[in-house]
């Protein structure tokens, strides 16, 4: 069972989101649709948290943490996995199977908590799950890059994690 902010589910599945054209870069201005995964279908989900992946600088006398969970999920097909710093010019909405719009224009570095400290072991307990409930329409449902952020000069992915009972 998985568990994080006071949400518990039975099972959880992974979609990744590329943010990219057919010229291989992410354009500001442009909304990037949720893949029409069937997983989607009939699911009632209970959270959605992201998979960012960024090293932060070491705390002595411990070594430097990563943050994130995908250290060897990069996804070479899909380009590189979006990190903290570019989550920071991403903005998610979501709508809901029966078409109303559960989320707008949330900012994707919500999904993912940044730590406050290093506990003892050298760990960071760095999940957040942002609650939602209900069924996701994928086919309505984006990431967004607004007007006046610099282009993404390479393919890049956000992964985001779904949770469900």
Request: charged share 20%; hydrophobic share 35%.
């Amino acid at each position: 069972m998985e568990q994080g902010n006071n949400i518990s589910c039975l099972k959880t599945f992974r979609v990744k989101i590329p943010l990219y054209n057919e010229q291989g870069n992410g354009q500001p201005g442009q909304k990037y649709f949720f893949p029409d995964n069937p997983i989607f279908i009939g699911k009632d989900i209970v959270g959605i948290d992201a998979n960012l992946q960024e090293e932060v600088s070491p705390v002595f006398p411990f070594p430097p943490v990563l943050l994130g969970d995908l250290s060897a999920d990069n996804d070479q097909n899909l380009g590189l996995l979006v990190g903290l710093q570019g989550a920071e010019y991403i903005y998610c909405t979501i709508y809901d199977q029966d078409g109303s719009e559960k989320f707008f224009n949330v900012p994707l570095r919500s999904f993912f908590m940044l730590p406050s400290k290093v506990v003892a072991t050298g760990k960071i307990n760095a999940r957040r799950v942002k609650p939602y409930y209900g069924k996701i329409n994928p086919r309505k449902s984006y990431l967004f890059i607004p007007v006046g952020v610099a282009t993404f000069n390479a393919r890049a992915y956000v992964s985001l994690t779904f949770y469900y009972n």
